[in-house]
């Protein structure tokens, strides 16, 4: 399975912010997953092929998870966004055997 994520880029704090992620193949897991200059990766949202979500709370009620199954398609609209959600974002797929796969990293630049 490869995947290819879509539109990273420049944002103004407090403005909005989509990123897009295409899978090759059928996925169960789907989701985000980011790593700021000098800190470790960590978990943004993903959500399941029956619609189940996990948000980090650095980012509930501001960032919202989709997906489209039919197109092995995931969204991440980013709401209200704050300078410290600057970074690199990894689109993220688990297989229902556990396997998982990474993307290319897509660059979130947040200007305040």
């Known amino acids: 399975v490869q995947l290819q994520a879509f539109g990273g880029g420049l944002a103004q704090a407090g403005g909005p912010l989509r990123l897009s992620c295409a899978a090759s193949?059928?996925?169960?897991?789907m989701g985000w997953y980011r790593q700021a200059p000098g800190k470790q990766r960590e978990l943004v949202a993903t959500?399941?092929?029956?619609?189940?979500?996990n948000y980090a709370d650095s980012v509930k009620g501001r960032f919202t998870i989709s997906r489209d199954n039919a197109k092995n398609m995931v969204y991440l609209q980013m709401n209200s966004l704050k300078p410290e959600d600057t970074a690199v974002y990894y689109c993220?797929?688990?297989?229902?055997?556990?396997?998982?796969?990474w993307g290319k990293g897509t660059l979130v630049t947040v200007s305040s």
């Open positions: 193949g059928s996925i169960f897991t």
């Open positions: 993220y797929a688990s297989r229902y055997d556990g396997v998982n796969y």
């Open positions: 959500i399941t092929r029956y619609g189940g979500t």
